[in-house]
């Protein structure tokens, strides 16, 4: 009988109905398409089953394989158990807040201490709780994100400031930002 060979992801796939002895205990071998399963080492990691194989997947920035749903998700909901994970510190910002007086989002940081001066990120009590915004030092339109406990260096887009008092990006008028500079460099 003729083989044929299926080309996925740079994996040659032996399609021919008679295995060998060997291939019947070969641990990269899987019989559920799609199924997804923990690595056996990684917290971040996770395989794939796609023609019978396994195939190593990575989660997204930030996320973990859990076990639970089979799937990646936020690092607060994995037990990692013994399995290692280095995904957490890597960041992905995807969007801005912005300040809009019709749909006010207050942020209580009164049980927290901040320091702005220092610029250390509050520690979170709660998984759920939002990521604390600090202004930058110098720069009216740069702010940090506290994520993971770590400041991350955020920019407003143009024509906006950063408002503490609001925790988001704002007008100038309303930022109040009279201390630090602003960037006036266009954007072509």
Not at 50 to 64: I, R, T, W
Request: charged share 30%; proline share 5%; with cysteine.
């Amino acid at each position: 009988m003729e083989n044929i060979w299926y080309k996925v992801k740079n994996l040659k796939l032996d399609s021919s109905p008679e295995r060998s002895s060997e291939e019947k205990h070969n641990t990269n071998s899987c019989k559920i398409e799609n199924q997804q399963t923990a690595h056996e080492s990684r917290c971040d990691l996770y395989y794939r089953c796609v023609y019978g194989v396994k195939v190593q997947k990575e989660c997204p920035a930030g996320k973990l394989f859990n076990t639970q749903i089979s799937n990646c998700d936020n690092s607060y909901n994995v037990d990692c158990n013994n399995r290692i994970h280095n995904n957490v510190n890597k960041l992905v910002v995807r969007s801005f807040d912005f300040y809009d007086p019709d749909e006010t989002t207050t942020l209580d940081l009164s049980d927290q201490e901040v320091s702005v001066e220092s610029g250390e990120c509050p520690e979170k009590k709660d998984p759920y709780e939002p990521s604390a915004l600090l202004p930058h030092e110098e720069s009216c339109n740069h702010f940090y994100k506290c994520i993971n406990g770590k400041k991350v260096l955020m920019k407003c887009p143009k024509p906006f400031q950063f408002n503490f008092k609001v925790s988001a990006c704002d007008w100038p008028q309303n930022a109040r930002c009279y201390n630090r500079k602003i960037d006036t460099t266009t954007v072509h």
